[in-house]
């Protein structure tokens, strides 16, 4: 295992506590979900700055795309939940459709849409969906 040239990680998840947000599920809540997401990021920057630039642009654009997509396909609120890991930072969105994501082909005569799970697959290092009785969660991994 290879030694991270930033430090010992394993005090970030003690001195950054995790950060759980609740959306009524209005279009307005995916400004909130970046906004909070931002502030998160803020604060674990103070305590372990990011490996590269991309990777507070790569979260955000994340938690917008899944914040967008519980406005846009599961009625009502959702929860946003951040937390540090030892190597990134671990997103939790829950909402209340158990509809699974999948894939659509992306068709720019229509007005785009179809890249946002995309884009989740390609950025996140690990992603998954958790269908419970009240919803789903979606896990994405991404680097810091």
Not at 65 to 83: I, K, S, T
Not at 126 to 140: A, C, E, I, L
């Amino acid at each position: 295992m290879a030694a991270d040239p930033r430090g010992n990680h394993s005090s970030v998840s003690s001195a950054i506590p995790s950060r759980t947000a609740h959306f009524a599920g209005d279009p307005r809540d995916v400004t909130g979900a970046r906004l909070a997401t931002e502030g998160f990021l803020r604060e674990l920057t103070r305590v372990s700055p990011p490996s590269t630039a991309e990777c507070w642009y790569d979260i955000v654009l994340i938690v917008t795309e899944l914040a967008a997509n519980a406005v846009q396909y599961a009625p009502g609120p959702f929860e946003l939940r951040l937390r540090p890991t030892f190597d990134g930072v671990h997103v939790t969105l829950h909402d209340t459709s158990r509809t699974l994501p999948a894939p659509r082909p992306f068709r720019p005569e229509s007005g785009g849409g179809g890249v946002g799970w995309y884009l989740i697959q390609a950025l996140g290092t690990q992603v998954s969906v958790v269908p419970d009785g009240h919803g789903k969660d979606v896990h994405v991994f991404l680097p810091w």
